[in-house]
Nanobody, 115 residues
Framework: QVQLVESGGGLVQPGGSLRLSCAAS????????MGWYRQAPGKRRELVAT???????IYADSVKGRFTISRDNAKNTVYLQMNSLKPEDTAVYYC?????????WGQGTQVTVSS
């Protein structure tokens, strides 16, 4: 099992930046896939970005070139650097981990992009 705790959300103006962190309760070296999803009001939860233990990354088309996912194995933490934020990026952002065949979610952190 693994517990995930997100942080770093908040209110930012369009064009601004935020960095989200996801701290895991155990070593992430053996966690197959870690990633970020988001859910806006009235919409389905959607994939934002994922990273595998082998270093492969995947991004949603809507965030390519603006968001960067990274993992720090020494700190058991995954980050999501978000630049050039747009109002449509407003959502609750969730950290997700796949360990063996089980999936785990964090509690989410709110990101609001507004002037």
């Amino acid at each position: 099992q693994v517990q995930l705790v997100e942080s770093g959300g908040g209110l930012v103006q369009p064009g601004g930046s935020l960095r989200l962190s996801c701290a895991a309760s155990r070593s992430i070296i053996s966690i197959n896939v870690m990633g970020w999803y988001r859910q806006a009001p009235g919409k389905r939860r959607e994939l934002v970005a994922t990273t595998t233990s082998g270093g492969t990354t995947i991004y949603a088309d809507s965030v390519k070139g603006r968001f960067t996912i990274s993992r720090d194995n020494a700190k058991n933490t995954v980050y999501l650097q978000m630049n050039s934020l747009k109002p449509e990026d407003t959502a609750v952002y969730y950290c997700h981990a796949v360990l063996v065949l089980d999936g785990y979610w964090g509690q989410g952190t709110q990101v609001t992009v507004s002037s």
